[in-house]
Every structure is written in C-alpha cells, then in structure tokens.
C-alpha cells in the first residue's frame, strides 16, 4: 500500500459537508470528493458534548488534531482514520452544536471573525492512500488498535463492507429507530457501537450453526435483510408473549437467541410463569438471578441455573445439635431416616462433619432455606433423597 502525505484546509474539507442527525452519520466533504463514512467505519460517537468540543478547542488553540488517513478509491477519496475529527469539525462549522467561549455558549456562525478564520485555515495533515482492499483494510484495523478501539462488529462490518452491511447498519445501528427502545429491554448495548446488530447477526448466524463472519461473508452482496430482520424480529415477538410482565432490567443481555432455539417449540402459562418468576425474583435464596428466566424455561428443573443459597454452617450447627439432643433423648439415630430403618444404623449417631444439610420442603418447592425447614441427614440418604 502506498501513503502520500498532504496538507487540507478544514475549509476545503468542510465544503459541501453533509451530516445525517437522524443516523449519526458524516457523510460527505471536500466538495463531495470524501466519503467521510465509508461502510467499514463505525457510526459518529464524538456527540457527547466533550471528545467534539475538544477537537474545536484544539483547533481554536492551534494545536493539531492528529493524522487523518484518506483512501484514493479512483472516484473518490474515503476516510480511512479521521472520521470522527472530521465529523466534528463539520458538524461545528455547520452549526449543530454549540462550544463554550468566555463563559457564554458560541456557535460557529457567533464566533468573531478571527476566530472563525482560525477554525477554517487550520491545516490538516492527511497520508492518501492506495492499495488493494484486503491491504486498505488489514491498515484499517492496525490504526485503530490506539485510541476508542473498535467493537468486533465494527471491525467485521469493515472486513464485509458491502450491500448487506450497508442495510443492516441503516436498521440495527440507528439510535433514532423508534424500535430501539423495545430491543433495549432484552438486547444490551449501544446501537452506535454496533452492539444490536452484533446480537442480531449473532442470533441469525448460530441459528443456522455458521460463525457471524461466515454468516457475513455468505450475504455479503445482499442487498436487502429480509432473514436478518425477520428472525430477530421473531425472537424478541416470542420473549413478548413468553414473559408478559414488565421487562426487568436482568432480562438485558440474556442469551435469547439461544434459549429461542432451545424452547420456543414449548407452551406456556403465560400468567403461571409471570407469578412463577415474580416469586423466584423475590426470593433470597436464588443468587443467579439471571438464570431464572432459563430455569422456567426448562421446567424449573436444573436449579444449578439459580445457583440457590444453601444452609450457612451457623444454621447445619443449629439443626444438628437440636435432632442429636432429641434423637438421645429417644435413643435412635440423629438421622432421622436411619432412626426409621432396621438395620445397624437405627441408633447410630453421627458427627456434624458426616451429615449434610437438607429441605425438608424442597426448595424447587417453595420451601425455603431457614432453620425451621433444614433437616440433616446422613451422606448416604441425603444423596440418595433427590428432590422429595
């Protein structure tokens, strides 16, 4: 790959900026000859009132903004690293955001004039650069291994740039999308970094038992995400009418492409699993409580999902010492299921360290994890007792 160095001037670079607010996106510079955010780059994360003010500070104060990288496609040039300075510097001079000068709020347009040409005659340094694709892009993830470093998907979106990406970024990675706020409930993570889509391909991609880069590379020229967006769709319609209550905020993140696969061939009480989860939400003896919404799933059959508080020593202390003083006293076993036998054992008493601590009423039903529901028992039967 070949690097030229040049110099730009932010007037030159900011004619015939172009942003899109609804999508996050800069989209065009230097009198529509830079694409400023080719596919493979991630959405404008400088809008939080302090990385794009400081880019404009920087210039006020003459400082440099770093190397900018451009591609030279043959048509066009492409922001290869810069984009994000580029974005902000635009976005100021073309008034969508204000910058605090001397204790009062300015826009580019109620700067003084010095001022304003300070900001258009700053020089930037920019390498354009030509090359093969797998070259532009290998280059691509070396620069951005410094500064905010990209999210896998990032990185996957600029490997398997494209048609597909293009549409998939236009429906999952748009923060101004109304269905956003429903995904939020289920999906963790930022639509700008690409966290949404990243679930949503990965949901798709294991469905078929494909890798998301295999998934991506197979529909690489596709021009529309009808399967895409249809079965994302369909895993957040069937956590709807699985779990009618109110989201809880333990349901972000979950795995729910996997546990759709696992069990959405599956009927369900939709009011019986709601009071079901509202209990096991409420109980303290559940320590994982993200594993309850799988553990309903499954029937409430693998507690290990929950991994449920058991007896603390002070409580197995309590209750052994409490069935030894009774069992001498009527000379059987502190076991109370060999008290209950004819064998050997009938009598024996056991030490603390040879008994194990059990649920009289079984947790899984609804017994809870006190002393006055623990009851121990030899190792032998207590393993042997299972949940009954």
Same mark, same amino acid.
């Given at each position: 790959?070949?690097?030229?160095?040049?110099?730009?001037? $932010?007037?030159?670079?900011?004619?015939?900026?172009?942003?899109?607010?609804?999508?996050?996106?800069?989209?065009?510079?230097?009198?529509?000859?830079?694409?400023?955010?080719?596919?493979?780059?991630?959405?404008?994360?400088?809008?939080?009132?302090? *990385?794009?003010?400081?880019?404009?500070?920087?210039?006020?104060?003459?400082?440099?903004?770093?190397?900018?990288?451009?591609?030279?496609?043959?048509?066009?040039? @492409?922001?290869?690293?810069?984009?994000?300075?580029?974005?902000?510097?635009?976005?100021? +001079?073309?008034?969508? &955001?204000?910058?605090?000068?001397?204790?009062?709020?300015?826009? &580019?347009?109620?700067?003084?004039? @010095?001022?304003?040409?300070?900001?258009?005659?700053?020089?930037?340094? $920019?390498?354009?650069?030509?090359?093969?694709?797998?070259?532009?892009?290998?280059?691509?993830?070396?620069?951005?291994?410094?500064? +905010? %470093?990209?999210?896998?998907? @990032?990185?996957?979106?600029?490997?398997?740039?494209?048609?597909?990406?293009?549409?998939?970024?236009?429906? &999952?990675?748009?923060?101004?999308?109304?269905?956003?706020?429903?995904?939020?409930?289920?999906?963790?993570?930022? %639509?700008?970094?690409?966290?949404?889509?990243?679930?949503?391909?990965?949901?798709?991609?294991?469905?078929?038992?494909?890798?998301?880069?295999?998934?991506?590379?197979?529909?690489?020229?596709?021009?529309?995400?009808?399967?895409?967006?249809?079965?994302?769709?369909?895993?957040?319609?069937?956590?709807?009418?699985?779990?009618?209550?109110?989201?809880?905020?333990?349901?972000?993140?979950?795995?729910?492409?996997?546990?759709?696969?696992?069990?959405?061939?599956?009927?369900?009480?939709?009011?019986?699993?709601?009071?079901?989860?509202?209990?096991?939400?409420?109980?303290?003896?559940?320590?994982?409580?993200?594993?309850?919404?799988?553990?309903?799933?499954?029937?409430?059959?693998?507690?290990?999902?929950?991994?449920?508080?058991?007896?603390?020593?002070?409580?197995? *202390?309590?209750?052994?010492?409490?069935?030894?003083?009774?069992?001498?006293?009527?000379?059987?076993?502190?076991? %109370?299921?060999?008290?209950?036998?004819?064998?050997?054992?009938?009598?024996?008493?056991?030490?603390?360290?040879?008994?194990?601590?059990?649920?009289?009423?079984?947790?899984? *039903?609804?017994?809870?994890?006190?002393?006055?529901?623990? @009851?121990?028992?030899?190792?032998?039967?207590? *393993?042997?007792?299972?949940?009954?």
């Amino acid at each position: 790959m070949r690097a030229d160095l040049n110099q730009y001037s $932010v007037e030159d670079v900011c004619e015939g900026f172009v942003y899109n607010e609804l999508e996050g996106r800069g989209l065009y510079g230097l009198a529509g000859q830079l694409v400023i955010q080719p596919e493979y780059q991630r959405n404008y994360i400088y809008n939080d009132g302090k *990385r794009d003010v400081a880019v404009i500070d920087s210039l006020l104060k003459g400082y440099p903004i770093g190397l900018i990288y451009f591609v030279d496609n043959g048509q066009q040039f @492409e922001v290869l690293d810069g984009q994000q300075r580029i974005t902000s510097v635009g976005r100021f +001079v073309t008034g969508k &955001f204000a910058i605090l000068r001397n204790g009062k709020e300015q826009v &580019f347009s109620s700067l003084p004039p @010095e001022e304003r040409k300070l900001i258009t005659d700053s020089e930037l340094l $920019v390498y354009v650069c030509t090359g093969t694709e797998s070259e532009i892009k290998e280059w691509f993830q070396t620069i951005n291994i410094a500064g +905010v %470093p990209l999210k896998p998907q @990032e990185l996957l979106n600029a490997i398997y740039s494209g048609p597909f990406v293009t549409a998939a970024k236009a429906e &999952f990675s748009n923060s101004s999308n109304a269905l956003q706020q429903k995904w939020s409930a289920y999906v963790k993570g930022d %639509p700008k970094r690409q966290e949404v889509l990243a679930d949503a391909l990965g949901w798709v991609a294991a469905s078929k038992g494909q890798a998301v880069d295999a998934y991506m590379a197979a529909h690489r020229v596709d021009t529309g995400i009808a399967e895409l967006k249809t079965y994302f769709t369909t895993v957040i319609d069937w956590i709807d009418s699985v779990f009618t209550a109110s989201p809880d905020k333990l349901m972000r993140g979950l795995a729910w492409g996997r546990l759709y696969e696992a069990y959405h061939y599956q009927s369900y009480s939709a009011a019986q699993l709601n009071a079901d989860l509202q209990r096991l939400l409420g109980d303290p003896a559940v320590k994982s409580r993200k594993g309850i919404y799988e553990y309903l799933l499954g029937g409430q059959q693998d507690t290990t999902l929950l991994d449920v508080r058991i007896f603390d020593d002070t409580i197995k *202390r309590q209750a052994y010492q409490q069935q030894t003083t009774k069992a001498q006293v009527a000379g059987t076993s502190n076991c %109370p299921l060999c008290a209950h036998g004819h064998n050997a054992n009938q009598t024996r008493t056991y030490a603390l360290n040879e008994m194990e601590a059990d649920h009289v009423s079984a947790w899984s *039903r609804g017994g809870s994890t006190s002393l006055n529901n623990c @009851e121990m028992l030899c190792v032998t039967h207590n *393993r042997s007792k299972g949940n009954n």
